[in-house]
């Protein structure tokens, strides 16, 4: 069935895909979505919806016609009060976007994470030795979670107390980018206590010195940034620094368990865990989807959508897109991953990406030093999260080097 835009006709799908069959398994609805054309109208939010990888691409490029100012989930800023301040980085656009987005590029840059390198190897190599004494564990809460919890918060500068809250708030931060659904009623009735602690978090008398957010802080103190603005950039650091790496990581370690072939050749060529990790970023996009709001009038695939509208990108269906990729279910260390817009594209490509890279280089260089073979022992469980694709329990069985 179709519908009538402006100028042409829009397919239409009546599919809801925060709706828990597509969350628990999106691979056939983004088939679907892709096959349909280019834009497609979702009848379910009433928003339109891109789903292969030449306009996800290019609607994450053009910022000048499809903002962020007015969020970047389904709720409009323009319309709706927005359930905390917004992110001055995320749901900003030029020229406001520019010098929060200056400051962090600077202090999560690749110069700036080389003096955190060394320690995090060592932490990396310390905590898989001890998860390595049982033969059996849960991927995801004894690396994939232990892993960025012990390192991030640290380099952020945070105290230890309440850190249990940074994957609480996260999930209910990712579930209200979707509509306001069973997932967002869930974390209703905690947010105000989480967001109260990560606020506190953000003030420059709690942060270690040596920290990112004193370096923002800094940032504030020489004027590059307002004091009023320091504040809601740490925000940002422990908003999208962590349920994004857990999940970036547990994609990973799931891709190797299920493709035994690729694990082998890792182990010969270490060299590749970059390249590893942003292959499991293309294959599993742990960030689905982001929206945006046409500023006016736009063209997209012969479709024009109405100035005011959202658009629904569906970032983890254009990274499976087989327009633009070859065996894209395959993960597949000789591929060349780039181009893949799991970090997304553009003056908001993730800015943490660097930090993200180096935490998995380090948990999967201190992997395959030690484990030869590594399988999966039980039920993959996911968990449902209207912006996250993630996993709760993912039971492997591993096999030491030397040892087999
Ligand atoms: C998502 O608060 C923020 O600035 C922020 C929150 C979430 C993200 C990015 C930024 C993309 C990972």
């Known amino acids: 069935m179709t519908t009538s835009a402006t100028h042409t006709v829009v397919p239409v799908s009546h599919v809801d895909p925060f709706g828990h069959e597509v ?37 994450l490029s053009d910022w000048q016609s499809l903002e962020s100012g007015a969020g970047v989930g389904l709720s409009n800023f323009r319309h709706a009060k927005p359930w905390r301040p917004p992110s001055l980085l995320l749901e ?29 190897f060592a932490d990396a190599a310390a905590l898989v030795e001890r998860v390595l004494r049982t033969p059996e564990f849960d991927a995801v809460t004894a690396l994939a979670e232990e892993f960025p919890l012990r390192v991030f918060p640290d380099a952020v ?42 606020d506190a978090q953000c003030r420059p008398a709690v942060l270690d010195e040596d920290g990112f957010g004193a370096r923002i ?17 740490v925000r940002s650091l422990l908003s ?21 072939g690729q694990w082998r050749r890792f182990r010969r060529n270490p060299g590749l865990a970059r390249v590893a990790f942003d292959e499991a970023v293309r294959l599993e996009s742990p960030v689905q989807t ?11 695939g012969g479709a024009v959508i109405p100035g005011g509208r959202k658009i629904l990108m569906f970032l983890g269906a254009a990274n499976r897109d087989p327009r633009r990729w ?24 993730c800015v943490g ?22 399988e999966i022992a039980g039920p993959v469980v996911r968990h449902h999260n209207n912006t996250l694709r993630a996993l709760s329990s993912l039971p492997v069985r591993v096999v030491r080097a030397g040892r087999a």
Request: hydrophobic share 40%.
């Open 290 to 300: 982001f929206f945006r709001t046409a500023v006016t009038d736009v063209r997209i």
């Open 92 to 120: 900003a656009d030029p020229p406001r976007h520019d010098a929060p987005r200056a400051v962090l590029t600077r202090i999560l840059g690749p110069r700036a994470l080389r003096r955190l390198r060394d320690a995090w």
């Open 23 to 59: 969350l628990e398994d999106p691979h056939q609805f983004h088939a679907e979505l892709r096959d349909a054309g280019p834009v497609v109208h979702l009848t379910a939010q009433d928003v339109y919806a891109l789903g292969r990888h030449e306009q996800v691409h290019a609607a």
């Open 157 to 198: 500068g945070i105290p230890k107390e309440g850190r249990e809250n940074l994957l609480p708030y996260g999930d209910h931060l990712f579930n209200a980018f979707g509509p306001p659904n069973d997932l967002v009623e869930k974390g209703t009735s905690r947010i105000a206590e989480l967001s109260e602690w990560v």
């Open 326 to 349: 070859e065996r894209p279910g395959e993960f597949d260390l000789s591929r060349d991953p780039s181009g893949h817009v799991g970090f997304g594209m553009g003056i908001h490509q």
């Open 217 to 233: 802080w800094e940032a504030a103190g020489r004027g590059d940034i307002t004091p009023e603005q320091a504040p809601l950039v």
């Open 240 to 260: 999208a620094g962590v349920d994004t790496t857990v999940h970036g990581l547990a994609a990973v370690l799931h891709a190797f368990a299920t493709h035994p």
């Open 353 to 374: 990406q660097h930090v993200a890279r180096l935490e998995s280089e380090a948990l999967l260089t201190a992997l395959a030093e030690r484990v030869e073979r590594i």
